[in-house]
């Protein structure tokens, strides 16, 4: 049995469903309250009300792609007393086609959901952390931050890139407080993401070896942070593909993507 974590609370984007939603699972299993949060405030409470047996759970409807919502959600978790121990950084989806076929809105709330929320939750919650000498930050990122770039989903590996050198660099500098930061990776996962992004017929036909359950995931990641390792990529066929990236000839492995990147991604 994996023994509890200490006390505090953790707070989890991106609550509602997939790996949010298993994370939070993973997380009420080792005994740690919970602080959850999306915008679909129906499924938190569902979530709430099948976790709270197990442990505390606060339920806080909120839309991260308001610039407003990270310093409400830390004034809220302020006033209620809590100390957020964990902030997961999981809220995230996929804006598909090509870079011009959304207008400047749908990109710029892409970049605060997946950007710059995350960095200001941190920025916000990290303080109290390294007071307490103690702290764990789990973002979850993607193989897509690991390979080379492909068309469609313009700005999705970027970011995904960007979360994963920010874990990174923040793990260095926190780590000697006592705070752990890790970048999770994922690469394909059983979940809604790809229902929302309008993508499940091309990803249904990718080989079911590549694929994890969310639960799977999230284990790996609350694994992964709290033995101090500042990145994880799931399972061993993504750990190929992202080796396979970071060695292959940079023509052959941009050459690769691209030829089966219609397979994963909408570019039209």
């Not at 405030?41 to 839309?63: F, G, M, T, Y």
């Not at 999981?90 to 710059?116: C, E, I």
């Not at 000498?133 to 770039?149: D, E, F, K, M, T």
Request: glycine content about 10%.
């Amino acid at each position: 049995m994996t023994p509890p974590l200490p006390r505090g609370y953790a707070l989890i984007t991106g609550a509602s469903s997939g790996i949010g939603a298993a994370l939070a699972r993973e997380y009420a299993g080792r005994g740690v309250p919970l602080v959850l949060v999306a915008r679909r405030a129906d499924r938190l409470e569902a979530l709430a009300a099948e976790l709270s047996p197990l442990v505390d759970c606060v339920v806080i409807a909120a839309d991260l792609a308001d610039p407003a919502t990270p310093a409400r959600l830390f004034e809220q978790t302020q006033a209620r007393g809590l100390f957020i121990a964990t902030l997961v950084n999981n809220a995230g989806y996929g804006v598909p086609g090509r870079y011009l076929s959304a207008d400047w809105k749908t990109h710029a709330d892409f970049l605060q959901v997946l950007m710059t929320s995350v960095a200001e939750l941190t920025h916000r919650y990290l303080p109290a952390m390294e007071a307490a000498g103690y702290g764990r930050i789990l973002n979850v990122a993607s193989l897509a931050g690991l390979v080379p770039a492909s068309a469609g989903h313009t700005l999705y590996g970027a970011t995904k890139l960007w979360l994963i050198r920010f874990s990174e660099s923040l793990d260095q500098e926190s780590r000697s407080r006592g705070v752990h930061v890790t970048a999770l990776c994922p690469g394909m996962t059983y979940s809604e993401f790809h229902d929302v992004n309008g993508m499940r017929d091309k990803v249904a036909k990718l080989p079911k070896g590549i694929w994890l359950s969310s639960e799977a995931v999230a284990r790996l990641g609350v694994d992964a942070v709290e033995a101090g390792k500042p990145r994880v990529v799931t399972g061993r066929a993504n750990r190929i593909i992202a080796t396979l990236g970071k060695y292959l000839p940079e023509g052959v492995a941009r050459a690769l993507i691209g030829s089966r990147s219609k397979d994963f991604r909408d570019a039209d």
